[in-house]
C-alpha cells in the first residue's frame, strides 16, 4: 500500500468521481487509490478554503498569484481560480498521480492553470517566482521536517504582503506550527477554528 506523499505510486489505479459545492459553485473531482482524501474533500481543506476566500475578500487583499502547495487532485487551486478570476494559479505535489489528476480536474472543471508541476516542495518554481497567496494542508505523516520545509521555502517565494495559509488539528501539530510560523514572518493569527482544525494566516 502507498502513501499520499509517495512520489509514484504502484497501488493500482482505482477512480472515482466526487462532488463537492464551495462559494455557491458546483465542482466535480476524479480521485484515486494513493492520494489524499480519495472519498470526499477532507474537512480541513474544506475549511480552510472557505477562511481564506472570507479573509481575502474582507482584507481586500492583492490576489495575483496562487499557489496550493501539496495540491493533491487539486481541489484548492481549482476553487482559488474559480473564485479568483484574475490570478495566475500554480499547483505543485510531489505525487505523480496527484499531480495527473489535478490537471485533469482542471480541465473538466473548466479552470485555466498557470502550471501544475510535479515538485518536492517548491523545488520545481523557479528560484525567481513569487506569489501572493500560498495555501496547503501540509503532508503531516511525512514529518516535522518535510511539513517545516514548506513553511521555509514559502517564505522564499511570497511577495512582500503576500499571506500563507496553513490548516491543521491540533493533535497534528498546529500549535508547533503555529511556533515556526512566527519565527519565519514574525506573526501568525488564526483565521479560522472548528471541530480541532485551525487555519493560521502569515503576512510576509
Known amino acids: 500500500m502507498g ?72 481541489v484548492v487551486g481549482i476553487v482559488m481560480k474559480k473564485v479568483f478570476k484574475g490570478a495566475e494559479v500554480t ?17 473538466n472543471n473548466g479552470v485555466p492553470l498557470k502550471a501544475c508541476l510535479e515538485s518536492d516542495c517548491l523545488s520545481a518554481i523557479p528560484e525567481d517566482e513569487r506569489f501572493d497567496l500560498i495555501l496547503t494542508n501540509p503532508p503531516v505523516r511525512a514529518g516535522k521536517e518535510t511539513v517545516f520545509s514548506f513553511y521555509e521555502q514559502s517564505y522564499e517565494h511570497l511577495n512582500e504582503g503576500g499571506s500563507i495559509y496553513v490548516v491543521l488539528q491540533r493533535k497534528q501539530g498546529a500549535p508547533s506550527t503555529e511556533k515556526k510560523l512566527k519565527e519565519l514572518f514574525g506573526n501568525c493569527e488564526t483565521t479560522d477554528i472548528k471541530a480541532g482544525y485551525r487555519v493560521m494566516r502569515s503576512i510576509k
Open 91 to 107: 499547483l505543485v505535489d510531489r505525487n505523480r498521480r496527484a499531480v495527473g489528476l489535478a490537471l485533469e480536474n482542471a480541465k
Open 3 to 74: 502513501f499520499y506523499y509517495d512520489s509514484d505510486p504502484q497501488t493500482q489505479s482505482d477512480r472515482r468521481i466526487i462532488n463537492y459545492r464551495q462559494y455557491g459553485i458546483n465542482f466535480e473531482f476524479i480521485t484515486d487509490t494513493d492520494v489524499f482524501s480519495k472519498t470526499q474533500v477532507d474537512f480541513g481543506t474544506d475549511l480552510m478554503i472557505s477562511s481564506v476566500i472570507r479573509d481575502v475578500k474582507e482584507r481586500e487583499a492583492k490576489v495575483w498569484s496562487v499557489l496550493d502547495l501539496g495540491c493533491g487532485y487539486g
